[in-house]
């Protein structure tokens, strides 16, 4: 082989090397950051889950509690009405 050909195979041979290492470096952070994206996902997931129990116990109370609001609100009326009455007679 001539002196110019063995300088071509270096280069090309450390080149090589240099993107093979490179390569393997990428897969293995990309490999990271999937695993990362996959625990946010899940934790997102579980979040949503949760929401969605609140607004269905939220939607199964909101009926219960809009008839105590309404009674709370009658007995305040009466009970201001009759204060009224007490202070127009005296």
């Known amino acids: 082989m001539d002196n110019a050909e063995q300088i ?10 240099l993107f093979l290492a490179l390569s393997i470096v990428a897969v293995i952070k990309i490999i990271q ?8 996902s899940q934790k997102a997931e579980h979040i949503t889950d949760r929401a969605e129990a609140v607004s269905e116990f939220l939607g199964k109370t909101a009926g219960p509690a809009a008839v105590g ?10 009970r201001q009405h009759k204060d009224d009455k007490r202070r127009k007679k005296q």
């Open 69 to 78: 609001k309404l009674f709370v609100n009658v007995i305040e009326v009466v």
């Open 8 to 17: 071509l195979v270096v280069i090309l041979a450390t080149t090589l090397a």
């Open 33 to 40: 950051i999937l695993n990362h994206l996959k625990r946010i």
